[in-house]
């Protein structure tokens, strides 16, 4: 991958860093904000969840300041352009979208598969069996949008593309996904298999942010893979049984196939997303 769509801009190494500094630092304070609205709106009043309003708002603000809205107007365009929030053309959205959604499946089955292999802390959800069904869904989709909208913006918005315009694109991908991967740590332990997991799963949206040049299609598959996790695949985590205390039974051997074929597909699916990105340049 050694192609630019928006023309390239001197960015110091001190940049870098104090960009990377702001990505990890306003990531984990999204997320920490929403978890304080969370447990607020469940204890006070969990049928009503004024905690989606009020962090819709907030990340409304965040998107427009980042995106170059607001004071100092000095650093407006430097915003706008380190966010790139740019439309991509129809092609590139859907197989950009195929790229995604066959590497979730392949991540599923790669998760489900890891879980087997190896005992690993996992993630902690709240027990929503007593709460409103509404209210879980949208408590869900606005967990899964908030992270997603605030990784893509800060680290393959801000962070990475700044890193593209200094270093190859995969050298950018893979500094990238090497400094996020502490935050996925600190709430999900410093084992193997969740880094391993998460370097996959930061490969593939900063390589979907890369060829698209845009976010935009990372943060629609990123708060899709996070809603099916947070709904169908985390809350079973704690009754896998490990192989090594049952053996391997025929759902193993199922999603060791599934993410090997899906994986296959979604390499496929990135190879057409690269050709069609590369004739938009070239036309371009």
Known sequence: MNKEYSPKFDVRISTLIGLGIFALLLTVLTGGVWTVLLIANLATSPAVPWAVIVMAILLWLMWQYLDGKGWPDSTSEARHRYLRARPVSRPAFMWSMAAGMFSIIALTG?????????????????????YPFLLVTLVLFMASLAASIAEEACFRGYFQ???????????????????????????????????????????????????????????????????????GIWPFDASRRLISEGGADVWFWLHIVQTVIFAILAFLAFRQLARITNLHRDKT
């Open 110 to 130: 790669l998760w489900i598969v890891l879980f087997q292999l190896v005992k690993v802390p996992g993630n902690a959800l709240p027990d929503f069996s007593k």
């Open 161 to 231: 593309s700044a890193l593209e315009a200094r270093f190859s694109g995969f050298t950018a991908i893979l500094i990238t996904t090497l400094v996020i991967s502490p935050g996925h740590s600190f709430t999900q332990g410093f084992v193997w298999p969740t880094m391993m997991f998460y370097f996959f799963v930061d490969a593939v949206f900063g390589t979907l942010a890369y060829l698209c040049d845009s976010i935009l299609p990372g943060i629609v598959i990123h708060t899709i893979g996070l809603f099916i996790f947070f709904a």
